[in-house]
């Protein structure tokens, strides 16, 4: 009998260079290449974190951002684009399964997107955050079915939701459905529940679960970001505290929850683990009753207008 081999996987929980797309993705240069030095084959960053999350639609009146949504689009990232290049540069670098959470910029409309880099540089798919949650609908659109990929690494079948589509128990069960044994979950909630919400999914899908956010603070923006002093404070002021984690798939918290300070988790994705825990539950295996629930997920993309010929 041969000897399985187990992966290392790493969560990153950093600050980004708010509003700075360029200066944002050199850390994620830098942080790359430390999870790549502790032996991570995956290395996941958190939600939008590329040029950053936009904090605002929180405090600010709905559609009285006009100058930090500029600058929020200027700065957002094209697929494909020299940034995208960028990014398959890192991964190339590192040799690893890259995935960073970005603003998209397609024709006018922005989207919360999950960049998914191959080892050899490619841009191997994106996902785009189907619904956007309350003020987030000011500043981006939804995706469709057509953006939801998963893919084969050397870690497991690798797939995720971000933020709070991951309570919606149908695109969970999508992904399950594919396959998915390591779950990315970036995010921007920082709250407590949002730990018992990882260790939920990481045992009703028998998958190991990254949950990643930043950490990031008032003292983080630059004095030149437009309204900076009006909506937000210094040190004091944390916008997020992080909260990133590591889960395996019986619901152990395997690394974090880190909270305060920016920091790289890795663990160990062990394939023995995964076999048993689905041995005992497989929601979309033995402990699915395909006679009385079914699921259809439309995978087409949805574009605005369809030009035939003739």
């Not at 944002?24 to 942080?31: D, M, Q, Y």
């Not at 590591?246 to 880190?258: K, M, N, Q, S």
Request: proline fraction near 7%; hydrophobic fraction near 45%; include cysteine.
């Amino acid at each position: 009998m041969g000897h399985e081999v187990t992966v290392r996987v790493a969560a990153v929980q950093a600050t980004p260079v708010f509003l700075d797309r360029t200066a944002t993705i050199e850390r994620v240069a830098e942080l790359t290449a430390k999870a790549a030095a502790e032996g991570a084959a995956i290395v996941a960053f958190p939600e939008a974190f590329v040029p950053t999350y936009p904090d605002w639609v929180w405090r600010a009146p709905a559609w009285r951002d006009r100058a930090l949504y500029d600058a929020l689009a200027r700065e957002s990232v094209t697929v494909p684009s020299p940034e995208t290049d960028r990014l398959g540069e890192i991964a190339r670098a590192a040799q690893v399964w890259l995935t960073v959470g970005v603003n998209e910029r397609a024709g006018g409309t922005l989207y919360n997107t999950l960049l998914y880099l191959a080892p050899d540089g490619s841009v191997a798919g994106r996902h785009r955050k189907l619904v956007p949650t309350g003020g987030e609908r000011t500043v981006w659109g939804g995706g469709d079915g057509s953006t939801m990929p998963v893919f084969d690494t050397p870690a497991g079948r690798l797939g995720g939701l971000i933020c709070w589509e991951n309570y919606m128990p149908l695109a969970r069960t999508a992904l399950w459905a594919r396959g998915v044994e390591v779950y990315l979950a970036p995010t921007w909630d920082s709250g407590d529940a949002w730990q018992a919400t990882m260790r939920h999914v990481a045992r009703e899908g028998r998958a190991y679960v990254l949950g990643v956010n930043s950490f990031l603070r008032g003292c983080d923006v630059p004095a030149s970001v437009p309204d900076r002093d009006a909506l937000w404070g210094g040190a004091e002021d944390t916008m997020s505290r992080g909260g990133t984690v590591i889960v395996d798939p019986y619901g152990r918290v395997l690394a974090g929850p880190l909270f305060g300070e920016e920091g790289i988790l890795v663990t160990e994705i062990d394939p023995a683990v995964l076999r048993a825990a689905r041995r005992e539950f497989d929601p979309v295996g033995h402990y699915a009753r395909p006679d009385v629930f079914t699921l259809t997920v439309d995978t087409t993309a949805r574009p605005p207008a369809r030009f035939t010929a003739g």
